[in-house]
């Protein structure tokens, strides 16, 4: 798979950054769940950089129909969702979970 480079920015809500900036500064995989605007803006292969300046490889983007329900049945991480996130996202019918990872 080919790899292109977007100027575009991934950003994260700022209770989750720290997170996720620790988990990619490790060299570990992140999940995260877009929903509204942040749907179809980034594809599998794309190269993006985060809002502290890591670039980083999205691996997969997976489209979500169904609202709430139909996530906690496919996202294996459902349950590292905070209550606020799940009211979050209750709002929408769809939703992307998108894997990446720090780019080397």
């Known amino acids: 798979m080919k790899k292109s480079k977007k100027s575009e920015l991934i950003t994260f809500p700022a209770g989750e950054r720290d997170d996720v900036r620790e988990r990619l500064d490790s060299g570990k995989t992140v999940w ?3 929903v509204g605007d942040e ?5 599998a292969g794309d190269v993006v950089t985060t809002e502290w300046g890591t670039d980083v490889n999205i691996i997969s983007v997976e489209n979500i129909r169904g609202g709430i329900e139909e996530l906690k049945r496919v996202y294996e991480h459902f349950n590292e969702l905070t209550e606020d996130m799940v009211r979050e996202l209750s709002g929408y019918d769809e939703m992307e979970i998108i894997t990446l990872e720090a780019s080397i």
Request: hydrophobic share 25%; proline share 0%.
């Open 39 to 43: 749907c179809e803006k980034f594809e």
């Open 32 to 34: 995260t769940v877009r």
